[in-house]
């Protein structure tokens, strides 16, 4: 393969756009195609004709998929014609699609046709053929590109994804029985009050070709086509905010000659549509862009539409349409389709900026530092206080120790990790109910839940979580026992890791074991402490030679896990700090 041929998950160029009509037939029951032909028609399509209602045609050249077959079902195409890809089909099966839904059927065929030269012309020519037929057949053209600014005569607006719109549109009328005339005049007035602009920050390209244009990487250009006809202009790159204010300044500046006006107290669907290439993260941000700059605008946004439309191929980018509603185009968009590609979940349902419920009462009495269990006396908690900060100073300390250690099996960060959590914990001090033990270890575990983050955020919370749990009722030193036993109970059960595997668990248990061993004996809590801290380092320590069996290292050559475990490590810092600061140290 060529350098400059884009990569394509296909067998031949030749024979791409078949088999993927056969893959999409294969996939919805409701789906064939014509032997002979690409055009594919709903299954039952017989009485659909036999029904005497409107039936509807649409297509173009392939690679925008899912339009056009992913539109065909009940309330929405009768059926599809496919060209292959970028090129309009030709007239041979665009007449075979007419035939096949508009034959025995007196209410008539509408074909729906997007605004390019041969698009027009193909379906055009094939519509005098049909009709010399003596078939019923009318075409909508649909052209509401909203990048053009010149006033000069041209090929006239681009038919982009807000054809999909009519496709719906036109598709609950036929359903409800509506002629084929008043079809095609609502259809007509809400295509003339719906505009598109699409903006790319990367090409696509046709199998068996290069990128069909270049774009630098710090550019993306707005107002391109679906098939990667130049746009309006080319910008720098900026934030996906100011990207989309760009997109519908454009669309509404009236000193475009295509552009759509969108006064205060106007009611409007819109699209949010996938060139292609663009993530699903990414949709959700430009359609919460786009959402903001038209409410801010006084326009109510009553039904967004956000997904993967009509596409171009694998082109990273996207397109916005934005649709007039009155209460005729809400019933339509609403009205019920099996059409596989529509996303009838939104049907009939009021959208709302308001995105956000009141966090549940018990979690908010945690993060407000509640006192529910044993307390213990002002000196001890002022001592409490003093182990979280030396903790804390001690994690930031060795930022840089952890991230060298964690470079050679993992992704660099355990220190910088850490660190994050020990500064919120930090931050948090004067908040913390240090009076409580219980309630202070949940409020921990909050924190390093929502500000340590990743996995060890995950496991230092499901720790404290657990730990909490026996403090609730006793704060002796047998109580401290059994809550860091609880707390590797924890980690054991939901990490999936066992002492031995070479992670934090091993220095842990090791502490652990020690801790309550010396307790039973007739030494002292502090001095059972400094056993457990001299036996947590040693057990941290000789992580370097055990062989990783859970955790990132584990898909680490052994070979090159020569040093201590960073995780072990941390532990051992913890719990040597917090020997210190009730030594005194």
Not at 204 to 209: F, K
Not at 234 to 239: A, E, P, V, W
Not at 543 to 549: L, Q, V, Y
Request: glycine share 10%; charged share 20%; proline share 4%.
């Amino acid at each position: 393969m060529a350098a400059n041929v884009g990569k394509k998950l296909i067998n031949s160029k030749e024979r791409c756009v078949d088999e993927s009509l056969e893959g999409t037939a294969a996939s919805h029951p409701g789906l064939r195609l014509l032997s002979g032909h690409r055009v594919m028609v709903r299954e039952d399509v017989a009485s659909v004709r036999a029904a005497g209602k409107v039936t509807l045609l649409s297509g173009g050249g392939s690679g925008h998929e899912p339009a056009h077959a992913g539109y065909i079902g009940a309330g929405m195409l009768t059926g599809a014609i496919a060209g292959s890809v970028f090129t309009s089909p030709p007239p041979a099966d665009i007449l075979a699609a007419i035939r096949a839904v508009g034959q025995g059927n007196p209410a008539g065929t509408l074909l729906i046709v997007k605004n390019y030269t041969g698009d027009r012309l193909n379906f055009g020519m094939s519509l005098e053929r049909a009709r010399s037929e003596g078939l019923h057949v009318d075409m909508l053209v649909v052209g509401e590109d909203c990048a053009l600014t010149s006033h000069d005569k041209t090929a006239g607006r681009r038919g982009l994804a807000g054809t999909v719109f009519i496709h719906k549109i036109a598709g609950a009328l036929a359903e409800q029985g509506q002629s084929l005339e008043d079809i095609v005049k609502v259809a007509s007035q809400a295509a003339s009050q719906m505009g598109t602009i699409g903006i790319s920050l990367s090409p696509c390209s046709v199998p068996g070709s290069g990128p069909s244009f270049q774009l630098q990487q710090d550019e993306f250009e707005l107002g391109l086509g679906i098939h990667g006809e130049a746009g309006c202009r080319r910008q720098k790159m900026t934030s996906a905010d100011e990207i989309v204010s760009a997109m519908l300044d454009h669309m509404t500046n009236p000193d475009n000659s295509t552009h759509l006006k969108i006064p205060q107290g106007s009611k409007v669907a819109l699209m949010v549509n996938n060139l292609g290439g663009t993530s699903c993260l990414e949709l959700g941000i430009v359609g919460r862009a786009a959402i903001q700059y038209l409410e801010s605008r006084g326009v109510a946004v009553q039904r967004v539409y956000t997904g993967s439309f009509m596409t171009s191929l694998e082109m990273a980018g996207v397109s916005l349409t934005v649709l007039h509603l009155d209460d005729t185009l809400m019933a339509c968009l609403d009205a019920d389709t099996s059409a596989p590609a529509w996303p009838r979940h939104l049907s009939g349902e009021d959208r709302t900026s308001d995105v956000y419920i009141p966090a549940p009462q018990h979690i908010q009495a945690e993060e407000g530092g509640t006192t529910s269990g044993q307390t213990i006396q002002a000196d001890q908690a002022q001592l409490l206080e003093k182990v979280v900060q030396r903790v804390c100073d001690r994690l930031i300390d060795s930022e840089e120790q952890l991230n060298s250690l964690d470079r050679a099996s993992g992704d660099g960060d355990c220190g910088s990790t850490m660190a994050r959590g020990a500064k919120e914990i930090l931050t948090s001090l004067s908040r913390l109910p240090f009076s409580c033990p219980h309630a202070l270890l949940l409020n921990l575990a909050a924190i390093v839940e929502k500000d340590m983050g990743g996995s060890s955020g995950a496991l230092y919370s499901l720790f404290l979580t657990a730990a909490a749990r026996p403090l609730q009722s006793d704060t002796q030193p047998a109580a401290w026992c059994a809550a860091l036993h609880a707390g590797i109970q924890a980690i054991t059960r939901y990490g999936g890791a066992e002492p031995g595997d070479r992670t934090m668990l091993d220095p842990l248990s090791a502490a652990h074991s020690t801790l309550s061993a010396t307790l039973s004996s007739d030494r002292t809590a502090l001095q059972a402490l400094e056993e457990a801290v001299k036996a947590a380092e040693t057990s941290a320590q000789a992580t370097a030679s055990m062989p990783a069996r859970a955790g990132r290292a584990s898909y680490v050559s052994p070979d090159q896990l020569t040093q201590p475990d960073p995780g072990a490590m941390a532990i051992a810092i913890i719990i040597r700090a917090t020997h210190d600061a009730l030594k005194g140290n």
